[in-house]
């Protein structure tokens, strides 16, 4: 019998090399690699071949594989390219000394509008945008549909405060295929054209269509608006919008549901900041998502939080180890809840056989977001590191307290506040190591005591 794998095979007869390219393009990285190895074991120090197998390593994400055959072949054959993957893998890794020492390399190599580009995106989400712009532009000026580049300056005006310019960018994302557009029977693409029915599509990780969707008020005041958003967020949507038809569908590759509406046109969640968010005063900043909290106790309820991010290096630029929490945890009369979406029951029984009592509530891993909206919504506060928890707590009106790192994502900006929510307080981590949390740490813990004291002093006046 035929397999899925045996039908998309390479023909017979073509050559090893070619073989293992095609799978290598077909996105069939083990049966590559095998052939690779193959290769490798009579052609060890081939420069080509190094590079090629510690690329197929980067896309699969296994960095230390990467940067060692990449660092090979850059020795033998310091070509920009290479030079550029390796400088992505130590990105990815958090090593960004070394990033920028073999990006810089590669611009020296070869100054190519696509190097440029590529050393920009370290500049981005690096607390640097300045930075980030000026070698943006030196692609540009080589290459001015260099369309990473112009996805690069996006995000870093976006840091910078400078919306207007920053959503203007954000449109060359769609042709750098750094987000997708969606097709649904060819319908245009919305240009600002009010009174009309639009299907908004999402995009990028949950935290983000949540944070998008308080645009969707703004555009369903002119126009009738559906809604296809990612699976967990479709009751928390349905609920917080009604009215608004909202489907599940966003990881579907086929809908069916376009055929019973008369679309006018489509548009990316992410693109309504084009429209709607110019300037940090069209920020408004208020609660718009919706959910019934769930029963609580007498106590002061703290959700909390304290692992975020997919990448290695933005995982552990972000998170601060449960163990660290003795400042916040020490604070008399709150009962903790974990947020932790990740496996965390370890860490957790850990730190409570010392004394603690942190709750673990499945709703916090829940696939249907809004049980998850419920838990957050039953919180008095929650402090978490740069998570989802964020977004959705800020929408929901909750008061949120952010340990930021300082190399933050553009959504939390350089400096000052988070417009996208009143309710968020952030506290961002000082220049320095990783014992700069330790500062964080302490400041919530002692205004989480603050907080504390002011309250009992209000029940005992009341």
């Not at 000026?141 to 840091?159: F, G, I, Y």
């Not at 917080?240 to 679309?263: L, M, N």
């Not at 603690?356 to 402090?383: F, G, H, M, N, W």
Request: overall charge neutral; glycine content about 8%; hydrophobic content about 35%.
């Amino acid at each position: 019998m035929e397999t899925q794998d045996d039908a998309n095979a390479p023909d017979v007869g073509v050559s090893i090399l070619e073989a293992a390219n095609a799978f290598h393009l077909a996105g069939n990285f083990a049966k590559a690699e095998a052939l690779y190895d193959k290769l490798l074991t009579q052609n060890p120090d081939n420069p080509g071949l190094l590079a090629t197998i510690g690329t197929l390593f980067l896309q699969s994400e296994r960095y230390g594989l990467a940067i060692s055959l990449l660092n090979r072949a850059a020795s033998l054959n310091p070509q920009s390219d290479v030079l550029c993957n390796l400088g992505i893998a130590y990105k990815y890794t958090g090593q960004y000394k070394k990033a920028h020492e073999n990006f810089r390399k590669a611009c020296d190599h070869n100054p190519t509008a696509s190097s440029f580009a590529n050393y920009s995106a370290l500049f981005t989400s690096n607390g640097t945008p300045e930075k980030g712009l000026e070698i943006a532009r030196k692609a540009i000026k080589l290459d001015k549909q260099c369309t990473m580049a112009h996805w690069n300056m996006a995000m870093c005006h976006l840091e910078a405060g400078q919306f207007a310019e920053g959503w203007d960018e954000n449109e060359w994302g769609f042709d750098a295929k750094m987000r997708v557009r969606r097709k649904i029977d060819d319908k245009p693409y919305w240009d600002g054209t009010n009174g009309k029915t639009i299907a908004v599509y999402g995009e990028q990780g949950l935290g983000d269509e949540i944070m998008f969707s308080s645009m969707l008020p703004d555009l369903m005041e002119n126009n009738s608006v559906i809604l296809e958003c990612h699976p967990r967020l479709k009751t928390l949507f349905e609920k917080s919008f009604p009215g608004v038809p909202c489907y599940g569908t966003r990881d579907q590759t086929e809908i069916t549901w376009a055929k019973d509406h008369a679309i006018d046109y489509i548009v990316s969640i992410g693109s309504l900041g084009k429209w709607f968010r110019r300037s940090r005063e069209a920020f408004p900043g208020t609660p718009y998502l919706k959910a019934d909290p769930l029963p609580s106790g007498d106590k002061f309820r703290v959700g909390i939080s304290w692992t975020g991010g997919l990448k290695q290096g933005r995982v552990r630029a972000r998170s601060i180890p449960l163990a660290r929490w003795e400042s916040i945890l020490n604070v008399p009369d709150v009962e903790f809840v974990s947020l932790q979406y990740t496996d965390s029951n370890a860490e957790i029984d850990a730190v409570n056989s010392l004394g603690y009592k942190i709750q673990k509530r499945p709703e916090a891993k829940a696939q249907d977001y809004y049980e998850t909206a419920q838990l957050v919504s039953s919180c008095d506060l929650v402090i978490s590191c740069c998570t989802s928890i964020i977004h959705l707590a800020g929408a929901l009106g909750v008061p949120c307290w952010v340990m930021v790192p300082n190399k933050p994502a553009w959504r939390y900006g350089v400096s000052g506040g988070m417009p996208w929510y009143r309710s968020v307080r952030l506290y961002r981590q000082p220049e320095g190591d990783a014992l700069a949390w330790k500062h964080v740490v302490e400041r919530i813990g002692f205004d989480l005591s603050e907080l504390m004291q002011a309250n009992s002093k209000k029940r005992m006046v009341a």
